[in-house]
T-cell receptor
Framework: TQLLEQSPQFLSIQEGENLTVYCNSSSVFSSLQWYRQEPGEGPVLLVT?????EVKKLKRLTFQFGDARKDSSLHITAAQPGDTGLYLC?????????FGAGTRLTVKP | KAGVTQTPRYLIKTRGQQVTLSCSPI?????VSWYQQTPGQGLQFLFE???????NKGNFPGRFSGRQFSNSRSEMNVSTLELGDSALYLCASSLGDHSYEQYFGPGTRLTVT
């Protein structure tokens, strides 16, 4: 079973700052997904990346899949309080999907 | 399209009891997965059902079981509840193709006392 490590575990920043969170593994993934979960709700899919080196942008969010398809990063530009939540990455390998423990982001106004 | 629905949203049970949770997937989705989420362990995969068959299973004891009906609705059952079973139980549906893109319900918050 592949292990996905996310860092940092917790991040507290001021509105307007930039940030990057990471998702790392020793396993190669056929695809990797990022989700955001707000309190009292289920995770919501943000993006799926499938090609090594792929970069996807979703408004102020930029997702990158590592060249070797073992790691990924999520960069948020000019963070807003609405970005607050638990960011989860999930990797798919050999028809098996596993989630990382998440990065809990707090953006203070 | 309506999203994934889970019932009940909140549940309080006593140790030793059993519980059944229900999940209705997005229309057209044939795969339903169940997860347990706790502050200490994060999101843990329980099992996945596809076309009424269990397709994948996580590392949970046999007290945790599930099933899927012909209309893709799914139920999970936990027997002989333990205090450590207190958690948010999330259901997620997907098309069942190789994308594995999951659409989650709001979860059932189970408290075992």
């Amino acid at each position: 079973t592949q292990l996905l490590e996310q860092s940092p575990q917790f991040l507290s920043i001021q509105e307007g700052e930039n940030l990057t969170v990471y998702c790392n593994s020793s396993s190669v993934f056929s695809s990797l997904q990022w989700y955001r979960q707000e309190p009292g709700e289920g995770p919501v899919l943000l993006v799926t990346v499938v090609t090594g080196g792929e970069v996807k942008k979703l408004k102020r969010l930029t997702f990158q899949f590592g060249d070797a398809r073992k790691d990924s990063s999520l960069h948020i530009t000019a963070a807003q309080p609405g970005d607050t939540g638990l960011y989860l990455c999930a990797g798919v390998s050999n028809n098996d999907m596993r989630f990382g423990a998440g990065t809990r982001l707090t953006v203070k106004p | 399209k309506a999203g994934v629905t889970q019932t009940p949203r909140y549940l309080i049970k006593t140790r030793g009891q059993q519980v059944t949770l229900s999940c209705s997937p997005i229309s057209g989705h044939r795969s339903v997965s169940w997860y347990q989420q706790t502050p200490g362990q994060g999101l843990q995969f329980l099992f996945e059902y596809f076309s009424e068959t269990q397709r994948n299973k996580g590392n949970f004891p046999g007290r945790f079981s599930g099933r899927q009906f012909s209309n893709s609705r799914s139920e999970m059952n936990v027997s002989t509840l333990e205090l450590g079973d207190s958690a948010l139980y999330l259901c997620a549906s997907s098309l069942g193709d190789h994308s594995y893109e999951q659409y989650f319900g709001p979860g059932t918050r189970l408290t075992v006392t």
